[in-house]
């Protein structure tokens, strides 16, 4: 066991120095950006592109992972599309004849959901947090036309479908001897925020609240505050070994705290400093986050997130 996790772990070190964000489509076959790895024995995740979402890449541009149990199959985020979802069941059916039991919706955006339909359509429940679930109801017609405008012909089949089951903090599920246990940890990255935590394994899928190769972005509706003191509380407590991020490849805990909680922590520190000096909001876009400039969507963030911790600090 300890000599498979070790080339598990070589062959993930291996792709995170390969890690960026203008390599081109890994499976041209498919419309996933890549096929899924087994990252530990049962747990396989197809890695999304770390970049913004686009018609190269079909949307795909978060992990979609789903867990093998000995009574059939766990699957965490429905994708971004009906073509997606359709592309992640057929990559289940090459590993086994076992039936999908269960979808979790990690949060309420588009990546995470919009593949709903598909699997609603074959009558399986599909599990998210309340609030991303609002966040669904609320924001749909805009959450499916931007996935239109990108995706054109690959958006055919893709209807709006919110999760019918609802929870607030926990939602226990077991499977073939396997406990899940899908919580919401607190405010994070955005509104229902969903955790998969598997403690046999010591496995954290964790969803957007940890990033890894990536810049997070930072939402209007983002308190980073909150997502510093949720991770530092209910997160890192749990101590896992093995984590699968939102957005880059499976890692560790060390690891996704470097580009997660050090970015947010390092760029709260950075415009705390602005505003102390007397610096504005014009000005704040431009603090120095060179020390971040090898991660993927640097170009596209760095700017906005400023921004957005500039109008959060300037009234804490």
């Avoid at 400093?273 to 120095?288: F, T």
Wanted: include cysteine; hydrophobic fraction near 40%.
């Amino acid at each position: 066991m300890k000599l498979l996790r070790y080339f598990f772990f070589l062959i993930f070190i291996f792709d995170y120095i390969l890690a960026n964000e203008n390599i081109p489509d890994q499976y041209p076959q498919s419309v996933l950006y890549s096929k899924p790895s087994e990252f530990i024995p049962g747990v396989f995740s197809a890695i999304g592109a770390t970049a913004p979402p686009t018609y190269e890449n079909s949307g795909h541009n978060n992990n979609l992972s789903f867990v093998v149990t000995s009574n059939g199959v766990v699957v965490i985020n429905s994708g971004a599309s009906f073509l997606l979802a359709e592309a992640i069941h057929r990559e289940i059916k090459e590993v086994t004849d076992l039936p999908v039991k269960l979808v979790i919706n990690e949060n309420g955006q588009g990546h995470a959901m919009l593949g709903n339909s598909y699997w609603s359509d074959l009558g399986i429940d599909i599990v998210a947090h309340e609030e991303a679930i609002l966040e669904v109801k609320d924001n749909a017609h805009q959450i499916l036309e931007q996935m239109k405008r990108y995706n054109r012909e690959k958006a055919d089949g893709t209807r709006v479908v919110p999760a019918n089951i609802s929870f607030s903090d926990t939602y226990f599920f077991t499977l073939g001897g396997v406990d899940f246990q899908i919580l919401h940890l607190g405010d994070a990255h955005g509104p229902g925020d969903t955790q998969v935590w598997i403690p046999e394994w010591s496995l954290m899928i964790a969803g957007d609240i940890a990033f890894h190769e990536r810049m997070l972005p930072i939402f209007e509706n983002t308190c980073t505050s909150c997502w510093i003191e949720t991770w530092k509380d209910a997160f890192a407590p749990l101590n896992p070994r093995y984590v699968i991020p939102g957005h880059g490849h499976p890692t560790n805990l060390p690891q996704v705290e470097k580009y997660t909680i050090g970015y947010l922590l390092d760029l709260r520190e950075k415009i705390k400093s602005h505003i102390d000096a007397g610096g504005d909001l014009a000005s704040a876009y431009y603090v120095d986050q060179n020390k971040w400039k090898n991660l993927d969507t640097f170009e596209e963030l760095a700017k906005k997130n400023a921004g957005r911790v500039f109008e959060e600090m300037e009234w804490e």
